[in-house]
């Protein structure tokens, strides 16, 4: 019996807020009758008597997505964050009055209730008239409770572990919202809820002062090459010599063609200009095999785990075996502060420029790339280039027609990159600096909001508003 963990209940504490009648031991785990009997010593109440729980609404039968539109909030969008609808698709308005019971609106809390991102919770904080939601995700509207605060407890390990718990099936997670109703959530004082509101609301607008940042740099670029107001060109025919297509890049499909990407590189071509591989090192990762993935280990990015915006948490390791065996190459193929890491699989054309080493490796869909001159090409001003419509379009256009996307190293090498004024180059670090210092601000006040709902729990609300005040008070007001 050494090394096993029992639990043992009376009848009663089995029944205890369990419907389903669940009797499988992973439900009756120690840590987590230890969290429930932990909530239950507070002052609390179940979610269904301090809020409204609905589901959303999957597109009827036969019914597909528009260009354009009202935006339709799907699970991907909900990411333990702030939710966004920017690039979430459409439905017509027709549609969308068929499915007019299912809105989302600002300050619901969401939570993805089946699939493979079961459990990520949100909170809308944008504020338009429409918008629908997924049938993979449940709206809290809160009625009795600050929805910052309840935000912030499902982010927290008490609000975390119900979910976990209360999720049944492998292939195809579920949480029914009967379970989500009976969550229990502690009722802290009004006072303590406000303070946890005021981190939220300076984390959301943070967040988007951090995107105009970012929108103030792209503008600039635009601006300095021509292509600010550039609408790509529908014209469906555009007539290629042989010498001007397939000698010239071996290419036969007419997709490759399309006069919109032409029209892009000829404006770039306008003004000065070079290709990657003159800007730029490039060096190729490894492909260490699904063998070689560990729960613990090295961290093995891929590009699900690469944004232009940051990194997330990667999903695989790799297994020390590997590492040793490896080690020499493993130590090089570690990326170093002032990379731009790109990819060129699945989604490509995603630029990061890395801020510090990186403690793991990345996959062989990324390609790390280190700027040869920085007198001449600031690293951060190429990474925005490199995301911007300019060469998203260049990817597309090379990498288009494949189930799998996958863009050739050979093509990459020649992609065309606009060379500005260093001084606007300067301008434009400057704003990408700021944008990224500002989504980091906003990234610690939602810790900061979490830990402290975590702390109110565990110790006192008191204990907690010291942690805010030390955690806080560095901050720009």
């Given at each position: 019996?050494?090394?096993?963990?029992?639990?043992?209940?009376n009848?009663?504490?089995?029944?205890d807020?369990?419907e389903?009648q669940?009797?499988?031991?992973?439900?009756?785990k120690?840590?987590?009758?230890?969290?429930?009997?932990e909530?239950?010593?507070?002052?609390?109440?179940?979610?269904?008597?301090?809020?409204?729980?609905?589901?959303g609404k999957?597109?009827?039968?036969?019914?597909?997505f528009?260009?354009?539109?009202?935006?339709?909030i799907?699970?991907?969008?909900?990411?333990?964050n702030?939710i966004?609808?920017?690039?979430?698709?459409?439905?017509?308005?027709?549609?969308?009055?068929k499915?007019?019971?299912?809105?989302?609106?600002?300050?619901?809390?969401?939570?993805?209730?089946?699939?493979?991102?079961?459990?990520?919770?949100?909170?809308?904080?944008?504020?338009?008239?429409k918008?629908?939601?997924?049938?993979?995700?449940?709206?809290?509207?809160?009625?009795?409770?600050?929805?910052?605060y309840?935000?912030?407890?499902?982010?927290?390990?008490?609000?975390k572990f119900?979910i976990?718990?209360?999720?049944?099936?492998?292939?195809?997670?579920k949480?029914a919202?009967?379970?989500i109703?009976?969550?229990?959530?502690?009722?802290?004082?009004?006072?303590?809820?406000?303070?946890?509101?005021?981190?939220?609301?300076?984390?959301?607008?943070?967040?988007?002062?951090?995107?105009?940042?970012?929108?103030?740099?792209e503008?600039?670029?635009?601006?300095?090459?021509?292509?600010?107001?550039?609408?790509?060109?529908?014209?469906?025919?555009?007539?290629?010599?042989?010498?001007?297509?397939?000698?010239?890049?071996?290419?036969?499909?007419?997709?490759?063609y399309?006069?919109?990407?032409?029209?892009v590189?000829?404006?770039?071509?306008?003004?000065?200009?070079?290709?990657?591989s003159?800007?730029?090192?490039?060096?190729?990762?490894?492909?260490?095999?699904?063998?070689?993935?560990?729960?613990?280990?090295?961290?093995?990015?891929?590009?699900?785990?690469?944004?232009?915006?940051?990194?997330s948490e990667?999903?695989?390791?790799?297994?020390?075996?590997?590492?040793?065996?490896?080690?020499?190459?493993?130590?090089?193929?570690?990326?170093?502060?002032g990379?731009?890491?790109?990819?060129?699989?699945?989604?490509?054309?995603?630029?990061y420029?890395l801020?510090?080493?990186?403690?793991?490796?990345?996959?062989?869909?990324?390609?790390?790339?280190?700027?040869?001159?920085?007198?001449?090409?600031?690293p951060?001003?190429?990474?925005?280039a490199?995301?911007?419509?300019?060469?998203?379009?260049?990817?597309?256009?090379?990498?288009?027609?494949?189930?799998?996307?996958?863009?050739?190293?050979?093509?990459?090498?020649?992609?065309?990159?606009?060379?500005?004024?260093?001084?606007?180059?300067?301008?434009?670090?400057e704003l990408?600096?700021?944008s990224?210092?500002?989504k980091?601000?906003?990234?610690h006040?939602?810790?900061?909001?979490?830990?402290?709902v975590e702390?109110a729990?565990?110790?006192?609300?008191?204990v907690?508003?010291?942690?805010?005040?030390?955690?806080?008070?560095?901050?720009?007001?």
């Amino acid at each position: 019996m050494k090394g096993l963990e029992i639990s043992i209940l009376n009848l009663s504490e089995v029944k205890d807020n369990n419907e389903t009648q669940r009797i499988d031991s992973e439900y009756f785990k120690e840590e987590y009758l230890d969290k429930i009997r932990e909530l239950k010593s507070t002052k609390h109440q179940q979610l269904f008597e301090l809020s409204s729980i609905k589901g959303g609404k999957r597109l009827p039968l036969g019914e597909e997505f528009s260009l354009e539109g009202i935006p339709y909030i799907r699970a991907q969008d909900v990411k333990n964050n702030f939710i966004g609808f920017e690039n979430s698709p459409r439905i017509s308005e027709k549609l969308h009055l068929k499915l007019i019971n299912y809105q989302t609106k600002r300050n619901d809390v969401l939570i993805t209730n089946v699939g493979n991102s079961i459990g990520d919770t949100g909170i809308v904080k944008f504020n338009i008239e429409k918008c629908n939601l997924t049938e993979n995700a449940v709206k809290i509207i809160s009625k009795k409770i600050n929805p910052d605060y309840l935000f912030s407890f499902f982010q927290s390990k008490f609000g975390k572990f119900q979910i976990e718990r209360e999720t049944v099936g492998t292939a195809q997670p579920k949480l029914a919202i009967e379970r989500i109703r009976k969550f229990i959530i502690p009722t802290v004082n009004n006072k303590f809820q406000d303070k946890i509101s005021s981190i939220i609301k300076k984390s959301y607008l943070n967040k988007n002062q951090a995107k105009q940042s970012y929108n103030q740099a792209e503008t600039l670029l635009l601006q300095e090459i021509g292509l600010q107001d550039f609408t790509p060109s529908k014209e469906p025919v555009n007539i290629k010599s042989f010498a001007d297509s397939f000698a010239a890049s071996g290419r036969l499909d007419a997709e490759y063609y399309q006069k919109k990407y032409e029209d892009v590189v000829n404006t770039v071509k306008n003004k000065p200009f070079d290709v990657l591989s003159n800007l730029v090192e490039i060096k190729k990762s490894i492909e260490p095999g699904s063998k070689n993935y560990v729960e613990e280990g090295l961290p093995f990015m891929r590009v699900a785990d690469l944004s232009k915006n940051g990194l997330s948490e990667p999903q695989k390791y790799i297994s020390s075996h590997f590492v040793k065996e490896n080690q020499n190459k493993v130590n090089d193929l570690k990326p170093k502060k002032g990379t731009i890491l790109f990819s060129k699989d699945g989604s490509v054309g995603i630029a990061y420029h890395l801020r510090q080493d990186y403690n793991g490796i990345t996959s062989g869909a990324i390609l790390h790339l280190n700027v040869k001159d920085e007198s001449s090409v600031i690293p951060e001003y190429l990474t925005l280039a490199l995301n911007s419509k300019i060469v998203q379009m260049q990817a597309e256009r090379d990498a288009g027609g494949s189930i799998i996307l996958h863009w050739r190293s050979s093509e990459i090498e020649n992609v065309v990159v606009p060379i500005i004024d260093y001084k606007k180059q300067q301008q434009i670090a400057e704003l990408i600096e700021q944008s990224f210092t500002l989504k980091k601000q906003s990234a610690h006040l939602l810790e900061v909001a979490k830990r402290a709902v975590e702390i109110a729990i565990e110790e006192d609300e008191k204990v907690a508003l010291v942690f805010i005040k030390k955690e806080t008070e560095s901050l720009p007001s």
